[in-house]
């Protein structure tokens, strides 16, 4: 029974192969070259005919798939991107670099931001150990097209997970900012601010909490201002007015103590300093 299941392993890994010799053959080589790789089905099934080498093929196929992207003159290269950098995901999914480098080459390449996101996942989903995969498409997603959204649910997994780098929670509280979230990003730099020992990160988290509480607080100021102009058609001549109507209880100051300043001919309030310079 064994020999028999051997014997058609055999010819059907002999059956597979020939049927993509044919394919290739079709195609012109000096226009695409090592185009061998794009008419392989699927990675598992490559991997069911390679024997226990699958890892060592998945190390042939990255060597061939760098030098494939490094080659210009092919105009269409990267419509087969995914399929190519699945089947080495297919064949070791421990291999990590290919991971990594297959999403470089989406965005910075082929200019498909979503594609290096369904890499990186696709790596995540296959080693929910490594939290280098949801830190890079956080990355991406904050850099590249300022998704702060998108990016702070991937910092958020990045966060979650064993040895994750400590600077993930800033960049997950710095995106909490950027939407507006001023209750998460105030409760993660607080935290931040209250558990680090290096000084510097303290620094930058009290300048933080700062930058969070004045924008809450002139969010606060402004509202005011507005119901006053709409009960009165002018801007206060000062903050103090908006007490004395009931508009608010008492007037904000910043983390320093100090009154935010304000404008009444424009009706701006800002803080009284610059968070980053304190």
């Known amino acids: 029974m064994k020999k028999k299941l051997i014997v058609f392993l055999l010819i059907l890994s002999c059956g597979i192969f020939m049927g993509l010799k044919l394919q290739i053959n079709k195609i012109a080589r000096e226009k695409i070259p090592g185009s061998s790789i794009i008419y392989i089905p699927s990675g598992k ?15 042939l196929i990255y060597i061939w798939a760098i030098q494939y992207y490094s080659n210009y003159s092919i105009p269409d290269r990267y419509d087969n991107l995914d399929h190519i950098f699945s089947i080495i995901a297919e064949l070791d999914h421990r291999y990590l670099d290919p991971y990594e480098i297959g999403a470089m080459i989406a965005v910075h390449e082929a200019k498909d931001l979503s594609l ?7 790596g995540l989903e296959k080693n929910p150990d490594q939290w280098i995969f949801p830190l890079q498409a956080g990355h991406y997603a904050q850099m590249m097209t300022k998704d702060y959204e998108l990016a702070r649910k991937y910092y958020k997994k990045t966060m979650e997970m064993d040895g994750a780098p400590v600077i993930t929670r800033r960049l997950y509280a710095n995106a909490a900012f950027k939407i507006m979230d001023y209750k998460t990003a105030w409760e993660n ?16 988290a009290s300048n933080q909490l700062y930058q969070v509480k004045a924008a809450i607080d002139v969010k606060v100021i402004k509202e005011a201002i507005e119901k006053f102009k709409e009960r009165f058609g002018r801007n206060p001549t000062e903050q103090a007015q908006l007490v004395k109507h009931g508009l608010l209880d008492s007037l904000p100051k910043d983390l320093d103590g100090k009154e935010y300043i304000y404008n009444s001919q424009t009706g701006e309030i800002r803080a009284p300093m610059i968070w980053w310079k304190r």
């Open 189 to 204: 730099w607080l935290e931040i601010y209250q558990t680090t020992e290096d000084e510097r990160i303290k620094k930058i």
């Open 45 to 59: 099934y490559l991997k069911f005919v390679t024997f226990g080498y699958s890892p060592f093929i998945a190390d």
């Open 116 to 122: 290096a996101f369904k890499i990186l996942d696709r």
